[in-house]
Each structure stands twice: as structure tokens, then as C-alpha cells.
């Protein structure tokens, strides 16, 4: 399954990438977040291994990351591995004038056991979740 999301962000480019690359702000954007932990490699650079720690309806789930490529302030690509399956992200950010950003999410999911059948018919549910982290990204850089 893979999709592509955008929208854009009424702030300077600097300002944006400030915020997204603090690990102290994931909090104000990422619904659910208990916790982040580096695990190894330099952090924001290739390589660089955290875990993540979601409460979502009642139950602790950890998402492992690491990061595939770094090009900021124009691209990130993410690998994320949970027990829901495997997944690629990559963020693109494009100054269209001094105040704005588009946001590109490209976001690939190759799912295991029972979510590869349940993924067909999710599709929708992992695209809003994308989305709503996107804007709630949006609002934090903006207010």
C-alpha cells in the first residue's frame, strides 16, 4: 500500500525544519506519543535508531525508526518497523514563497499476518492518521 499527502505550512522553511527536527516538540504533534528514545548513530542523521512509545485505544505499541536517507532542509526518508509491519516515509519540504511550505508525505506500508488482508480495506484509516499527523504538525509550527 503506498500514498502521497500534502499541505501546506504558513511559516518560513528555517522555522519549519527547527521544529521538526526538535525531539522535544514531537509531543505537541504526534497524537498518543508517550515516549521517544534515541537507541544508537547520530540523531537526526542516517542511520540513527529511536523507538517511539504510542498509547492508542488502551494499548502500548512501540514503533522503531530509522533513518534511510537525510537531505534537510529539502528531504528525510524514514523506516519504521512495528508488529503491524514495515514502513517507508519520506517527508518532502518546498519553499513556495518566504512564509510558506509544502509538505509532501510519501508514505509506503508493506504490512504482515493479518493486517496485509485488513490493509486493503484500511487504506483510508492509515491515510486520515497520516493526515491528522500532518496537521497537527501544521498547527504546532504555525501557533
Given at each position: 500500500?503506498?500514498?502521497t499527502l500534502t499541505?501546506?505550512?504558513n511559516k518560513p522553511l528555517e522555522e519549519v525544519i527547527e521544529k521538526f527536527k526538535d525531539p522535544d516538540g514531537l509531543k505537541h504533534w504526534m497524537e498518543g506519543l508517550q515516549k521517544y528514545e534515541h537507541i544508537s548513530g547520530t540523531p537526526g542523521e542516517v542511520g540513527a535508531k529511536s523507538d517511539f512509545y504510542f498509547l492508542h485505544k488502551n494499548k502500548e505499541m512501540k514503533i522503531s525508526e530509522t533513518i534511510l536517507e537525510?537531505?534537510?532542509p529539502h528531504q528525510i526518508k524514514f523506516a519504521y518497523q512495528s508488529p503491524m509491519g514495515n514502513n517507508e516515509v519520506e517527508?518532502?519540504?518546498e519553499k513556495l514563497t518566504d512564509n510558506s511550505v509544502k509538505q509532501t508525505n510519501n508514505?509506503?506500508?508493506e504490512l504482515k499476518g493479518m493486517m496485509k488482508v485488513?490493509?486493503?480495506?484500511m487504506k483510508g484509516m492509515f491515510k486520515?492518521?497520516?493526515l491528522k499527523f500532518m496537521t497537527s504538525f501544521k498547527n504546532y509550527v504555525e501557533q
Open positions: 500500500m503506498q500514498y499541505n501546506t505550512i537525510q537531505n534537510l517527508v518532502l519540504f508514505t509506503y506500508f485488513m490493509g486493503f480495506f486520515k492518521q497520516t
